[in-house]
């Protein structure tokens, strides 16, 4: 039996739509090992098709800039150069034509290229994503290794790209964050009378860990605490928040907190009860990052309100 997929690109103009085939297929008999799809094939299909969905893309977005928009001259082609694409599905080099400006603006750029104008990052989101949350949960290697194993990527990845990339996605999540001082969140509980009747109690699980260097030369060289928190909802079906900061470096772990009960949908008159275990290293904490919180400490007799 011969099985033969095909991708019709439609653009939505005068144009007649065009088709191109993307995966032919030659099964035997049905077994176990002919149902459905392989691997690879899975892989070869993802990648043509993002190849023709690329490319009708980028014939459109070009397509849309190649006449002034003010006086309706089509614009003096200067030279093209390839963009390199990264994506779940495939690597894409790309034809990056680029144009003079039209006379009839004399001022600005000589010259631009409108894809190199919207495709600024040469790796997708979803990439960045898929890097991002794989390197959460194991080592950089075995997340390039899995990465390239489960999507086809179309070329090798690096643990040292995967680890360039979660780091700029780092970055730009750093930057993101608000300023410490106007985390302010005990405080907004004040002007929260005239919110609905808020959720249960919100609770925050906090411990504190020693990790030490694989090279120690004394007990104190190379180590640091890490602060991590679970923040689990206990009214309907969100689900629950970790967060985590190294005290001695971290200079906005309000804020951090902030982010994550907010992200949760915490309102100003709700409240939020902290577990720890009573360490001296993280007794304080609750008291700082929100400070009309309740804490409960391992034992039941040492439970106060602060
Ligand atoms: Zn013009």
Not at 81 to 108: H, M, Q
Request: charged letters at 20%.
């Amino acid at each position: 039996m011969k099985i033969t997929v095909r991708v019709v690109v439609d653009t939505g103009d005068a144009t007649e739509p065009t088709e191109v085939e993307v995966l032919a297929l030659d099964r035997e008999d049905l077994a176990p090992d002919t149902v459905g799809l392989h691997l690879a094939e899975a892989h070869e299909l993802l990648g043509a098709v993002q190849d023709v969905l690329v490319t009708a893309q980028v014939k459109h977005a070009c397509g849309q800039h190649r006449c002034c928009p003010d006086c309706g001259r089509a614009f003096r082609h200067k030279d093209t150069k390839k963009i390199s694409i990264t994506t779940l599905f495939g690597t894409v080099i790309l034809n990056s034509p680029r144009y003079l400006a039209c006379p009839c603006r004399p001022e600005g750029a000589a010259s631009f290229s409108p894809l190199s104008a919207v495709l600024v990052e040469h790796t997708t989101p979803e990439l960045a994503y898929a890097q991002a949350r794989f390197a959460a949960v194991m080592s950089y290697n075995q997340a390039a290794a899995l990465l390239g194993e489960v999507f086809p990527l179309g070329r090798a990845l690096h643990a040292s790209g995967v680890r360039e990339h979660v780091h700029r996605v780092a970055a730009r999540l750093e930057a993101e964050l608000g300023p410490e001082e106007t985390a302010g969140l005990g405080e907004c509980r004040q002007d929260g009378d005239g919110l609905p009747l808020p959720d249960l109690p919100l609770v925050v699980g906090l411990d504190g860990g020693y990790v030490h260097s694989s090279t120690q030369t004394s007990r104190t060289d190379g180590w640091f605490e890490v602060v991590a928190g679970k923040s689990l909802p206990t009214g309907g079906n969100k689900p629950a928040k970790c967060f985590a900061f190294v005290q001695k470096i971290e200079t906005k772990p309000r804020r951090r907190l902030h982010e994550v009960l907010h992200a949760q949908g915490v309102q100003a008159n709700q409240t939020v009860i902290f577990l720890t275990d009573g360490g001296e290293d993280i007794r304080d904490l609750p008291r700082y990052l929100y400070p009309p919180s309740t804490t409960w400490t391992g034992s039941t007799s040492r439970c106060g309100s602060r």
